[in-house]
């Protein structure tokens, strides 16, 4: 009897590892790299301005997904990532979350971080930039289904000293820290030592890096400012041009995607290790070409605000070398990422996203038809821009008051363009197709109604009783 006894433990022991193991094999680690304001026209593989031999290795190792759209501006794109939902629907789609913005991500909104934890990834990182609420608890990463956290809740924090008006915002955990060193450098540090701790363990891990790079201000360290002289139209002014720094910032962050890289070599995880790169809006527009040759740039809905840079790599189930041409949107990661580890699709509210992965594993050409919304509020309720996209590439731009009384050609800027044929919006059909513009208008309406009716305007001035927290310090 104890003989018998002894073997079936002998026998647990020896088969329960690999059980965990092979359970760990069938789910890939997820990397999602985010990079901010980082234009069309910023990598070689678009033939841009900027070498960058590490994302292109994303690009062409993996599939390149050559249009990939997100909301025109920095908050809303986080939060739909985040959610598989248009912020519109929980009242976040109107601007970017501001310093002394008293809201942040609901709670009741179900995260790509809360149903990994669902679908058996234990440990859940969050690296960089949040920017999706901070003044409270209640929105901190580490209650929105991450268990770490290392990086700065606003955006435009010094590169150098993380100030933001007057406070230091660099945080491990909830605990302020006075880590030394530049921004990308610390978030990218952060990442691969999560990555290293976590490499075998018996569940796969989860690390979100919200790189705050290039956005402003333009800050980069001097070794990198210089492989950029060649783009500083006025090298005898004493200062680096605008274009040469923002450059110099990018290749600063194409590096740390290196380092990530290696840091997978190294602990031999590359292999079942799924990286997802995009950049959260298009490039700003005061840097010459950021988005040739698609139009306009950042906070606008035309196709250089919202069509970014994207990629997925996953070596040896994901057929390299390809380029994409299906519409994907942030809003299908989740979605996408969920149905690729097997997890629980319920648990939240409905998704506007939806499953792509039969096209990232070849097994489809296209993604399931849909109409593609743009929006940003961020101007007032007086300026607003918004836009829908169909399935067959007519897209309606509307520029002007909030329409959900209606679109007014007395007091909007209407636009249709076919996206399909002319990604560059140069000819403007609306006067051609006033059916289609009627119909697609109706459609913006009813996107702009799904707003909750207690959603907050735009604060874009800081209100004169705010008073910034110590350390940045969310309160209770």
């Known amino acids: 009897m104890k003989r018998a006894a002894l073997f079936f433990v002998v026998l647990f022991l020896a088969f329960a590892p690999c059980t965990a193991f092979a359970e760990k094999a069938t789910k890939p680690n997820i990397i999602i790299i985010v990079s901010d304001d980082q234009g069309w026209n910023t990598t070689s593989y678009h033939n841009g301005f900027v070498p960058t031999p590490n994302i292109d290795r994303i690009a062409h190792q993996g599939v390149e997904l050559d249009r990939f759209y997100v909301s025109p501006m920095c908050s809303p794109t986080r939060e739909g990532l985040m959610t598989g939902r248009y912020p519109m629907d929980f009242g976040m789609g109107r601007s970017v979350v501001r310093p002394w913005a008293k ?83 610390l978030i990218t540090s952060a990442a691969c030592d999560f990555i290293t701790d976590h490499a075998k363990d018996s569940s796969p891990f989860f690390c979100y890096v919200p790189f705050s790079a290039p956005h402003d201000p333009f800050q980069a360290p001097d070794e990198y400012i210089k492989r950029f002289s060649n783009l500083d139209d006025n090298p005898n002014d004493g200062k680096p041009a605008d274009k040469q720094v923002y450059a110099a910032m990018i290749s600063c962050l194409d590096d740390s995607i290196g380092k990530i890289f290696a840091t997978l070599d190294k602990a031999g995880i590359a292999d079942n290790t799924l990286i997802w790169f995009f950049s959260d809006n298009g490039g700003i527009e005061k840097v010459p070409e ?51 580890v097997g997890g629980p699709a319920e648990g939240g509210k409905p998704l506007d996203g939806v499953d792509c992965s039969q096209v990232l594993f070849g ?41 959900r009384k209606g679109v007014l050609p007395s007091d909007h800027k209407v636009e249709l363009y076919n996206v399909n044929d002319d990604p560059s919006e140069k000819t403007d059909h609306a006067k051609d197709k006033p059916d289609l513009v009627e119909s697609l208008s109706k459609k913006l309406v009813a996107f702009r109604a799904a707003e909750p009716a207690k959603s907050l305007p735009p604060l874009n001035k800081k209100p004169a009783d705010f008073k910034v927290p110590k350390h940045w310090e969310p309160t209770e």
């Open 103 to 185: 809201w942040g991500l609901p709670n009741e909104e179900r995260t790509i971080a809360e149903a990994l934890g669902d679908a058996g990834y234990a440990n859940r990182g969050a690296f960089g930039k949040w920017h999706m609420g901070h003044l409270l608890m209640k929105w901190h990463p580490l209650s929105q289904g991450f268990t770490k956290y290392e990086g700065v809740y606003n955006g435009a924090a010094d590169y150098f000293t993380r100030n933001r008006d007057g406070e230091v915002d660099w945080h491990h955990d909830r605990t302020p820290s006075d880590d030394k060193g530049y921004t990308t450098d």
């Open 290 to 340: 950021n988005n040739k040759p698609l139009r306009a740039g950042k906070l606008t809905v035309y196709e250089g605000g919202v069509r970014t840079l994207s990629a997925v790599w996953w070596p040896g189930k994901i057929q390299g070398g390809k380029k994409i041409e299906a519409p994907m949107m942030n809003i299908d990661i989740l979605p996408t990422v969920i149905s690729i």
């Open 363 to 403: 097994k489809a050409d296209q993604t399931p038809a849909r109409d593609r919304y743009f929006f940003t509020g961020q101007g007032g309720l007086q300026n607003e821009q918004i836009a829908v996209t169909q399935p067959d590439g007519w897209k309606l731009i509307v520029i002007g008051p909030d329409v």
